[in-house]
DNA sequence: ATGACGATTTACT
DNA sequence: GTAAATCGTCATA
């Protein structure tokens, strides 16, 4: 499936990740990035770049592509394509939905004390976010989303087409003239949302 | 071996 | 709004 696709299909659907203690914490997806592989200055992939760190966006669709940036952050991928075609949708965020006291704890590390305590719109509103929400790091990067005991996707919230906001994709600056492709999608009037276009 | 740079978040002014 | 935090990764040498 191409990444715009199921940008878009998987808004609604429900992140489940199962931690080895038994505890389940879940997110409805409100907000996606489409990733078009070789052809998009702002993908990992572009012009065809293949490296340890991307390897998994050139699985088989349906895999997840978790990747380390900025020194302290992960980041989530669906991959969409066939095997070899490394193209991917980038989870933004999600509305948590169970297991909120363990993902407040998760979002509250102790070497990371907070003033104040985080608003429910704040633990799962950023790709990064959503990640230490859900405890996603290196060890789920390559996990068969299909198969896995760990980490799944399951059906959730339906919106209608017309409740999804169509905009452009966000911290790509150097991406040049896909700075302005519309790629992103989010739920319209859902606070979970990261970043709102202006109005 | 080295250096520049992130598909970000947080706190502070 | 602005800036700091923080380090794995990759291209260059």
């Not at 509250?108 to 985080?118: D, E, G, M, S, V």
């Not at 700075?179 to 859902?190: E, F, K, M, T």
């Amino acid at each position: 499936m191409d990444a715009a696709t199921l940008a878009q299909r998987l808004i609604g659907q429900r992140l489940v990740r199962l931690l080895d203690d038994g505890t389940r914490l879940a997110g409805t997806i409100v907000e996606t990035e489409a990733y078009l592989g070789v052809k998009d200055k702002a993908a990992h992939t572009f012009g065809g770049r293949r490296t340890p760190r991307n390897e998994s966006m050139y699985a088989i669709g349906g895999t997840a592509y978790v990747y380390f940036t900025y020194g302290m952050h992960f980041c989530m991928n669906v991959v969409a394509g066939q095997a070899g075609d490394p193209v991917a949708v980038l989870l933004r965020a999600l509305e948590p939905v169970e297991g909120l006291d363990a993902i407040r704890a998760l979002r509250t590390p102790h070497h990371r004390p907070r003033k104040t305590p985080l608003k429910d719109k704040d633990l799962c509103s950023g790709p990064g976010r959503l990640c230490e929400a859900l405890a996603i790091g290196r060890d789920l990067n390559g996990e068969d989303l299909t198969t896995s005991p760990r980490m799944w996707i399951e059906p959730g919230t339906t919106y209608a087409p017309r409740q999804l906001v169509k905009t452009t994709r966000i911290g790509i600056s150097g991406a040049e003239e896909w700075v302005d492709r519309p790629l992103r999608w989010y739920v319209n009037g859902n606070t979970h949302v990261s970043v709102k276009a202006k109005p």
